[in-house]
């Protein structure tokens, strides 16, 4: 390997080559896949059995698929598995096996006083490296540093002096925690995947299966089609609807950006602006009602919050989002003089609905779903059914047995590096658990920012993104609760804004430079640079970066408070994002100077935040630029 090559940021961040079994093996793959898939459904909604049960029987299933559909290194063969992937998937059902046969004596035995038996040491060990290898192949090597970090700080931190310092802890100790208990790798995050993320997963591939994501685009394409700019609204709607229901960026960006970049580059725009529209577009379906994303499932568990109530409390914010978006290609393409989508390639609103209205009706499933009071996990599996029951009255969107096979087996698929995450946040879990790093991390940044509000914030957002880089959603909502989320609660932050402030920051570093995985996913369809991609993704998802603050300060903006105090936030915000996106894209109306540029950019700051004097004299200095600009006619006066 080449020099260049070892110190890239994307080597060394890279996961390991995803490949589709076929032939022979695709015959063993889908049978396989379509199994843990039902069983996944049966143990969610028929069968009674143990958190730790589930999870191992899960966790061994999915790992073997994992190991059979990701190989070691990203030039790894994608046609067909090795014999060593072969034998680690062996060796995964072999671990399920024995655990699900040991399972009455584990879950009932007294951790730290019954002694590990032999065998359990053994397959106890096997559970250990084999998250660590699919946790390397899945993730690649940032979160996998960071898992072999704590388990070294588990097992050495007892050597350390002052506050980090912890109890001695030995490797049967460590292993008894992280494999025997609900506390470590079979703990919240991989039963939130084999329940919540499983199940809202499988609704969207059974959606796009039925032709749900056809309905979608065109959908956005007859609302935005005929305004300046087409291709790029197109893709702000179709994506963020899309990314509702799959609740992935990066496959969001395959799908739906396969459609909309290439159109986007043939009307004019260049490949880095294309795909940084598509990537901060599919990036903010993870914050889209009534879905969200993986993470938001596992902030039910982890905030001990209702999901409805998050739900909820992510409308507004995801208006304001895609609001900013939108704002920000439009100005661009008056600016730029883009002009509309090819009258052909827009269909009418009218035809729309009536090839495809009836994929309104799981929407309205889920959301009457949540309101009722159902679980996620129930929410999932109903709006799953109620996509295959109005599948059946179109000829075009209706599926039979195999291609709801292969649907089911899709999802297996997709869950795979959630699941790896998943397993490789539970080792990370129980490490903090049993040296009570959580605490101690937490004496430090209050040292750091003087347990100020802003200062703190500012702090928790940063390393959010940072512990983020490189990593699934999952995993860096996971690590960024359990290490920030009692900071800001210590300060005074309520605990569903303080959630909902690390959720947003976890989701944005799927497009934060240097390692934005969703640009990377984007950049080889709009051939470009990557990297560029994500710093033009940044500036067009701005206001994730922003209303994290302005809903701490504000909680209306979370639907707290108020009616007409609610509605108030929510004008003055829009309006503010709006203010925002033109002095950033230097257009209002007209081409705008410096000068300008900074009026109404610091007049859209303070409308978006929720204070009635930054409101008051956002007001005013815009006032002041109306009256500056009609006062000076035709003259120049830049």
């Not at 470590?184 to 039925?210: E, K, Q, S």
């Not at 790029?232 to 990314?243: F, L, Q």
């Not at 052909?344 to 009722?372: H, N």
């Not at 603050?549 to 108030?568: M, N, S, T």
Request: proline share 5%.
């Amino acid at each position: 390997m080449k020099l260049s090559n070892l110190i890239s940021i994307n080597t060394w961040f890279s996961v390991g080559a995803r490949r589709r079994p076929q032939g022979i093996y695709d015959w063993v793959f889908t049978p396989f896949s379509v199994a843990v898939g039902i069983w996944v459904i049966m143990a969610a909604t028929l069968i009674i059995i143990t958190p730790w049960t589930l999870s191992v029987i899960f966790f061994s299933g999915i790992i073997a698929l994992a190991f059979l559909t990701t190989g070691p290194f990203e030039n790894s063969d994608v046609s067909k598995p090795s014999a060593f992937d072969i034998f680690f998937a062996l060796t995964s059902i072999s671990v399920g096996i024995y655990f699900a046969i040991q399972a009455p004596t584990i879950v009932d035995r007294i951790v730290l006083l019954d002694e590990l038996t032999n065998l359990d040491i053994v397959f106890g060990t096997l559970v250990f490296f084999l998250t660590l290898e699919i946790t390397r192949r899945t993730t690649g090597l940032g979160l996998t540093f960071i898992v072999i970090f704590f388990v070294l700080y588990n097992l050495f931190g007892h050597h350390l002096s002052g506050v980090l310092q912890h109890g001695k802890i030995d490797y049967l100790h460590f292993l008894e925690i992280t494999v025997f208990t609900t506390d470590g790798i079979f703990g919240l995050p991989i039963r939130v995947a084999a329940t919540y993320a499983f199940m809202f997963v499988m609704f969207g591939t059974v959606l796009h299966a039925c032709g749900g994501g056809d309905f979608f685009f065109k959908f956005a394409a007859a609302i935005s089609g005929r305004s300046p700019g087409g291709p790029a609204k197109v893709a702000v709607i179709s994506s963020g609807m899309y990314g509702m229901l799959s609740g992935s960026p990066t496959s969001d960006v395959v799908t739906t950006g396969s459609i909309t970049i290439p159109i986007m580059k043939r009307l004019g725009y260049r490949g880095s602006h294309a795909g940084a529209i598509e990537v901060a577009s599919s990036t903010g379906g993870s914050f889209v009602p009534p879905v969200l994303g993986t993470a938001a499932f596992l902030m039910v568990d982890f905030a001990g919050l209702e999901y409805l109530q998050i739900a909820i409390a992510a409308v507004i914010p995801a208006i304001l989002y895609y609001v900013s978006i939108y704002a920000q290609v439009h100005f661009s393409c008056l600016r730029q003089g883009f002009g509309r989508l090819d009258d052909k390639m827009i269909p009418s609103m009218r035809d729309t609905l009536k090839e495809g209205g009836l994929f309104i009706v799981p929407l309205v499933v889920l959301t009457s779903a949540l309101i009722y009071g159902f679980t996620p996990t129930m929410v999932g599996i109903m709006g799953t059914v109620a996509v295959l029951a109005i599948s059946v009255f179109r000829a075009h969107t209706r599926i039979g047995i195999i291609a709801l096979a292969k649907a089911l087996s899709e999802t297996c698929y997709r869950m795979v590096p959630v699941a790896g995450a998943c397993a490789a946040a539970g080792l990370i879990i129980g490490g903090m658990t049993m040296t009570g790093l959580a605490g101690k991390f937490a004496h430090l940044v209050n040292d750091l920012t003087g347990s100020l509000q802003f200062p703190t914030l500012f702090v928790t957002a940063c390393l959010t993104v940072v512990l983020g880089l490189g990593m699934p959603t999952p995993s860096a909502y996971i690590l960024s609760a359990a290490l920030m989320t009692p900071i800001l609660t210590e300060i005074g932050v309520a605990t569903l804004p303080a959630h909902m402030f690390v959720f947003y920051y976890a989701v944005m570093s799927a497009l934060t430079p240097p390692v934005a995985v969703a640009a990377y996913a984007a950049s080889s369809i709009a051939e470009d640079n990557p990297l560029l991609i994500a710093v033009i993704a940044v500036k067009f998802a701005l206001a994730a970066f922003i209303v994290p603050f302005a809903f701490v300060y504000g909680p209306e903006l979370l639907f707290e408070g108020p009616w007409h105090i609610i509605l108030i936030s929510l004008i003055t915000a829009i309006a503010g994002l709006i203010l925002i996106s033109a002095a950033l894209e230097g257009y209002f109306k007209t081409h705008l100077v410096i000068w300008e540029r900074l009026i109404i950019g610091i007049s859209g700051f303070g409308l978006l935040m929720p204070n009635h004097y930054t409101g008051i004299i956002s007001l005013f200095l815009i006032g002041f630029y109306f009256v500056v600009k009609k006062l000076a006619g035709r003259v120049n006066i830049d």
